[in-house]
């Protein structure tokens, strides 16, 4: 007899009065006709902690660069937009048209569908979404408008706003679009980024000249959006197709500009201050250049990521030599979409579950590519290539949502509203090492400047580390994680359930039997290798514990259908006649 190892995940995720879940779910994808699903816009939620995959049939919208979204309180989306059109819940449409011009050789009309309609603007970071302090219900779109530069290519000349209203029923009032904020015919950077103000309410958003160290940094505060100050950086940042982002709290800005495949492309990172809204260049990585790349930081601010599509970077932020530091993380390893291109690496976008996500570049794919532990060094980061498959298309969209879960900086010169850092508890746990059930790494996703930890693992032990790992016997243990600073308190308790089951060796489950596919998509085949015929009772788990499958008898080897499921983790525990158990992870794709 031995000992097999599972966890079941009970979540008990409260959502705080003070939480902010404006960015809990990302809306990507795209879609022309919604009587053909195969293809569709796509929300990922993240509310739990874990990726949820939701497919929206009735939402019909092109999304193939230009992604910004923004949620409600519950972490629905609620508005979103691909730089030419602006949707709501359900399909509704707020805007026919923005940045619109109606020249037959305009950036909006060559970006339309054969006059069909638009199918989004093709660069990432084109537009970003932002509630209006003091406002509620109130939200701002920002977004590009581009030109035909005198060298022949298209380049934003100016961005514009729309000004629209949430109504209690859930209909849309749009107050004002097409609304220049920002200095007009200058060729500026096609990207554009937000973050908080350091008193906590107000919010930075920041873009660059094109090829120049001029950058601007505008002020949404409750009198709207203004340009606060123009500023120099030391030197000439070239602008090229990528991504820009701030960190997590808003301390660094990094920008990607993929120049030529002769001259490749450069990383430059920047310190940003909050309180003046001033840059300040740190350092600038080359490295070869790709198509559609992108970059990103851990949310702890420790390591910067980027990618050439080919290979993926990690440098060290807290490093005397950054430059120095950079480490590969992976190479692409190949692998073909069927039917399409290589999934290579591109866009990357930072989630509440404290991972980041890898877009292809190729339009149409299908997976994602995630740094699963993006806090920790290459290569304990764990990055998976290919490991997300999302069913229907992405048009290499990568949301551009900042961090709505970011307060003051307490005590700084700005900090003037009143507004304090009160930490909310949120965090998750995952296996520590694949296939080893009972060892547990437990990951802190509590926000609002947490200072201190304290963990209660619910046999005793307890530790003050911010993301400890801990190793359990059999049994149901309530984990208790507490985040603290100089203002207050919060906790929040997770139940953990590791169960010993037992496996009788004169019918050994375990070595007998094989489960085809895994992945699987409806339908489950269990083979025997001694073909013994034999009556099991199977039952399949979700993530969350919840039993959403069950037979309770059926012949093995043999092959069963499974309902429509949720992609993501499954266990399917197979009980025999003798009351001998044997439980096997399966992934529904």
């Known amino acids: 007899m031995y000992k097999l190892l599972i966890i079941f995940f009970f979540v008990l995720f409260e959502i ?56 409600d309180s519950t972490g629905d989306p609620i508005i979103w937009t691909n730089g030419m059109q602006i949707f709501g819940k359900k399909g509704i449409e707020i805007a026919h048209r923005i940045a619109y011009d109606s020249d037959p050789i305009s950036y909006w009309n060559y970006y339309s569908d054969h006059g069909e309609g638009p ?39 100016k961005f514009l706003s729309a000004l629209i209203k949430v109504n209690n029923n859930l209909t849309y009032d749009l107050i004002y679009q097409d609304s220049i904020i920002g200095p007009y015919k200058h060729w500026l950077a096609s990207k554009i980024c937000a973050t908080k103000h350091a008193n906590g309410r107000d919010w930075w958003i920041t873009t660059f000249d094109a090829n120049s160290p001029h950058y601007y940094s505008f002020l949404l505060d409750p009198n709207g959006i203004q340009l606060d100050h123009e500023g120099n950086v030391d030197e000439i940042v070239k602008e090229g197709l990528g991504q820009v982002e701030f960190s997590s709290q ?76 950079q480490v590969l993380v992976d190479t692409f390893d190949g692998f073909i979409q069927p039917n399409w291109f290589g999934m290579y690496f591109g866009p990357m976008a930072s989630a509440t579950d404290g991972k980041i996500y890898i877009i292809p570049p190729a339009g149409s794919s299908k997976y994602m590519h995630v740094i699963e532990r993006p806090d920790l060094p290459s290569p304990d ?61 437990f990951i802190d996703l509590s926000f609002y400047n947490p200072t201190s930890w304290h963990w209660d693992f619910g046999n005793g032990s307890t530790s003050d580390e911010a993301n400890p790992v801990h190793t359990y016997e059999p049994g149901l243990y309530q984990v208790c994680l507490t985040v603290s600073n100089s203002f207050s308190s919060d906790s929040t308790c997770h139940w953990v359930n590791i169960l010993s089951t037992n496996v009788n060796h004169e019918n050994e489950l375990s070595d007998d039997l094989t489960f085809l596919p895994n992945p699987f998509h409806s339908e489950i085949n269990i083979q025997s290798q001694s073909e013994f015929s034999q009556e099991v009772k199977i039952t399949l788990f979700d993530i969350l514990g919840k039993p959403v499958f069950k037979k309770s008898s059926i012949l093995v080897p043999g092959k069963f259908n499974i309902p429509e499921l949720t992609n993501g983790l499954y266990f399917l525990v197979i009980e025999d006649q003798n009351g001998h158990f044997y439980t096997v992870k399966m992934m529904k794709i």
């Open 250 to 325: 808003g301390n660094y800005f990094a920008r990607l500009d993929a120049i030529t495949l002769d001259e490749g492309q450069y990383v430059t990172l920047f310190r940003f201050d909050r309180c003046s809204g001033d840059f300040e260049r740190l350092n600038t990585f080359h490295t070869d250049a790709g198509a559609t790349t992108g970059v990103s930081f851990s949310p702890s601010e420790r390591y910067l990521y980027a990618d050439d599509n080919s290979h993926l970077w990690q440098w060290d932020l807290l490093s005397s030599d950054i430059a120095a530091s």
């Open 119 to 157: 199918i989004g603007f093709p660069l990432p970071d084109g537009a970003v979404i932002l509630p209006f302090p003091l406002s509620p219900n109130y939200y701002f779109v920002i977004y590009h408008y581009s030109e035909v530069h005198p060298d022949g290519y298209f380049q934003v000349t």
């Open 16 to 71: 705080s009065l003070y939480s902010q879940n404006e960015g809990d779910s990302w809306v990507i994808g795209y879609s022309d006709d919604s009587s053909n699903h195969k293809t569709s816009v796509m929300h990922l939620n993240f509310s739990n902690a874990n990726l949820k995959v939701e497919y929206h049939y009735d939402e019909l919208l092109w999304m193939t660069g230009t992604a910004a979204n923004i949620c």
């Open 381 to 441: 980061c764990r990055f998976t290539q290919h490991s997300v498959y999302l069913e229907k298309s992405n048009g290499r969209s990568a949301p551009n949502i900042p961090n709505f879960r970011l307060g003051p900086i307490d005590g700084s010169p700005c900090d003037t509203l009143g507004i304090d850092n009160h930490p909310i508890a949120r965090w998750k746990y995952e296996e520590d090492l694949p296939g080893i059930w009972k060892t547990i790494r």
